[in-house]
């Protein structure tokens, strides 16, 4: 996306700038990266019968995880009924949904949840993990802006001066030490990757229910 950033009920919704399209070799070096993280880390799980993204997007990853995981259901789901819409005529052979992370419960159980680059994004947060974490019945793969390099890298390209480097709608700032503990509050961490500058964290539904 260009020309500012696409708002939804005053919310920032979609990508500002279409990073996974993206033609500059510094961009397209640093998507490499953080797609052999993720995908190195998901090679080491059960092949999931059924994925949901959450928080999708324009739907980049959803297509990514569709070719992954050939065979499995894969639906990806966003608040923004805008941003579904894109997400459908960008990849029309996908399934797209309108659904709050928050209520992610109504779409039932699924070996594996996704939510890339949400968090940084949520009011409540907590609210959030505990959702994603009710309807996985297998492993969940959670990606955040590393901070303070983010905003640090963002400040050295000379966008979001005014803002101290912090991108739209980035409400929640993550370390990856702060992360991983987020997570682990609820679910049991049993990866994690950081390719520049992102944290991605694979963990699994605890045995039982049991929380730390």
């Keep these: 996306m260009s020309g500012g950033p696409l708002l939804e009920d005053d919310i920032v919704v979609g990508n500002r700038f279409d990073k996974h399209g993206s033609g500059n070799p510094v961009v397209r070096r640093l998507m490499q990266g953080f797609d052999r993280g993720m995908f ?4 080491g799980i059960p092949k999931p019968e ?24 894969v ?7 805008a941003i579904i819409n894109i997400a459908k005529r960008s990849h029309p052979d996908r399934d797209f949904e309108v659904c709050s992370i ?13 939510a890339c680059e949400v968090f940084e994004h949520l009011d409540d947060p907590a609210k959030a ?28 390209r000379g966008q979001y001066w005014s803002a101290w480097g ?4 980035h409400v929640q700032h993550w370390s990856r030490g702060s992360m991983v503990k987020f997570v682990s509050s609820r679910l ?3 990866a994690t990757r950081s390719p520049l500058p992102w944290t991605q964290v694979l963990a699994r539904v605890r045995t039982g229910g049991a929380r730390a």
Aim: one cysteine or more; aromatic letters at 8%.
């Design 166 to 169: 912090n991108t739209d709608g």
């Design 40 to 43: 190195g880390m998901l090679a």
């Design 129 to 156: 993990l505990e959702a994603v974490a009710s309807v996985s019945s297998g492993h969940v793969l959670v990606t955040v802006p590393r901070e303070p390099l983010w905003r640090i890298l963002n400040m050295m």
């Design 50 to 73: 059924t994925v949901l993204e959450v928080g999708c997007g324009e739907g980049h990853v959803t297509d990514k995880l569709a070719k992954f995981f050939p065979g499995a259901r």
């Design 102 to 114: 928050y209520d992610a419960a109504k779409l039932g159980k699924w070996d594996l949840v996704v």
């Design 188 to 190: 049991e961490v049993v």
């Design 75 to 81: 639906l990806g789901t966003d608040f923004s009924t």
